[in-house]
């Protein structure tokens, strides 16, 4: 078995415990970067562990306060 590297959009939400929508509104602000996959868009595990340290406790419906990961 391979091990997992990526996760949807909704399985990262779920994860993470981010609501789908805040979810997608860090995406389209460029603050969590994603692979598109044909029509799939994966978010991959490693920069959504580095993503939740950089912004430990910070409002992420706060755009503006959310620090990007590159």
Same mark, same amino acid.
């Given at each position: 078995m391979t091990p997992l590297i990526? !996760?949807?959009v909704e399985e990262?939400?779920?994860v993470t415990g981010i609501g789908r /929508?805040?979810?997608r509104d860090l995406i389209k602000a460029r603050k969590l970067p994603? !692979?598109?996959v044909g029509r799939?868009?994966?978010i991959r595990i490693d920069a959504? /562990?580095?993503?939740m340290k950089l912004n430990?406790?910070?409002?992420l419906r706060d755009?503006?306060?959310v620090k990007a990961v590159r």
């Open positions: 990526a !996760l949807k990262a939400a779920e /929508n805040t979810m994603i !692979l598109y799939k868009h994966l959504l /562990n580095e993503f430990e406790g910070v409002d755009i503006d306060s």
